[in-house]
């Protein structure tokens, strides 16, 4: 199989990606989840350039899914030194705050697999609030206790909380829609649907 070099951009089923040559067995791969983002024409930011920056920082194979910020490398560093070094990236090329999570591929799908029943099910609306990096998670999790739940139903996993609808047209009724935007914390977790999620998760499977 031809080996293709760090310069050489790949588009495959709505991912852009970067590949590079490099030790599988000494990198994890990553998950990258920026928030807020390409939301009407505000906090631009492009997918491609963006995987151009992720890899002359010195991360491996970086590849983008949609434009919403769903992005994938893989990097020898731990995690810790990784947030460290994506944080420098985005406050030094971008003029607004851009709020992330990261997570392993492991991590991605081990969460996943200890999903509840009622997640595989037919729900009208499914979400997952992802912690951001240093965001105190407990701030989310005291809200969730304490609310009266309306037609709607919560996992709290240990990367995100995952947020269940059960009828559309209770939907405007629910504390995610009536009282979760105007919570303090909500800035600081990065959003994605279900649809989404599940897809990132095959994404994630499929990778070789």
Same mark, same amino acid.
Not at 48 to 72: M, Q, R, V
Not at 176 to 182: A, D, E, Q, R, T
């Given at each position: 199989?031809?080996?293709?070099?760090?310069?050489?951009? $790949?588009?495959?089923?709505?991912?852009?990606?970067?590949?590079?040559?490099?030790? &599988?067995?000494?990198?994890?791969?990553?998950?990258?989840?920026?928030?807020?983002?390409?939301?009407?024409?505000?906090?631009?930011?492009?997918? /491609? &350039?963006?995987?151009?920056?992720?890899?002359?920082?010195?991360?491996?194979?970086?590849?983008? %899914?949609?434009?919403?910020?769903?992005?994938?490398?893989?990097?020898?560093? /731990?995690?810790?030194?990784?947030?460290?070094?994506?944080?420098?990236?985005?406050?030094?090329?971008?003029?607004?705050? $851009?709020?992330?999570?990261?997570?392993?591929?492991?991590?991605?799908?081990?969460?996943?697999?200890?999903?509840?029943?009622?997640?595989?099910?037919?729900?009208?609306?499914?979400?997952?609030?992802?912690?951001?990096?240093?965001?105190?998670?407990?701030?989310?999790?005291?809200?969730?206790?304490?609310?009266?739940?309306?037609? &709607?139903?919560? /996992?709290?996993?240990?990367?995100?909380?995952?947020?269940?609808?059960?009828?559309?047209?209770? %939907?405007?009724?629910?504390?995610? /829609?009536?009282?979760?935007?105007?919570?303090?914390? %909500?800035?600081?977790?990065?959003?994605?649907?279900?649809?989404? %999620?599940?897809?990132?998760? &095959?994404?994630?499977?499929?990778?070789?």
């Amino acid at each position: 199989m031809r080996k293709l070099s760090s310069k050489t951009k $790949v588009c495959y089923n709505h991912i852009e990606s970067k590949k590079a040559e490099f030790r &599988e067995d000494l990198f994890l791969r990553y998950i990258l989840l920026l928030r807020g983002i390409n939301v009407g024409g505000k906090n631009k930011v492009v997918m /491609h &350039e963006f995987i151009d920056l992720l890899a002359a920082a010195g991360f491996e194979a970086p590849a983008s %899914y949609i434009n919403s910020g769903n992005l994938f490398f893989s990097s020898d560093d /731990h995690k810790e030194s990784c947030i460290s070094k994506i944080r420098a990236l985005l406050e030094k090329h971008y003029d607004f705050s $851009v709020p992330f999570a990261l997570l392993t591929k492991e991590e991605y799908l081990e969460e996943r697999a200890a999903l509840p029943a009622w997640w595989h099910g037919e729900m009208a609306r499914r979400d997952v609030l992802f912690y951001a990096c240093g965001m105190d998670a407990d701030k989310i999790r005291d809200f969730i206790e304490k609310a009266a739940l309306y037609n &709607e139903v919560v /996992h709290l996993g240990r990367h995100a909380v995952f947020w269940g609808k059960y009828d559309e047209a209770e %939907y405007l009724k629910t504390i995610y /829609h009536k009282k979760l935007m105007k919570q303090a914390f %909500y800035r600081e977790v990065t959003i994605r649907s279900g649809n989404t %999620y599940e897809k990132i998760a &095959e994404i994630l499977e499929n990778e070789t």
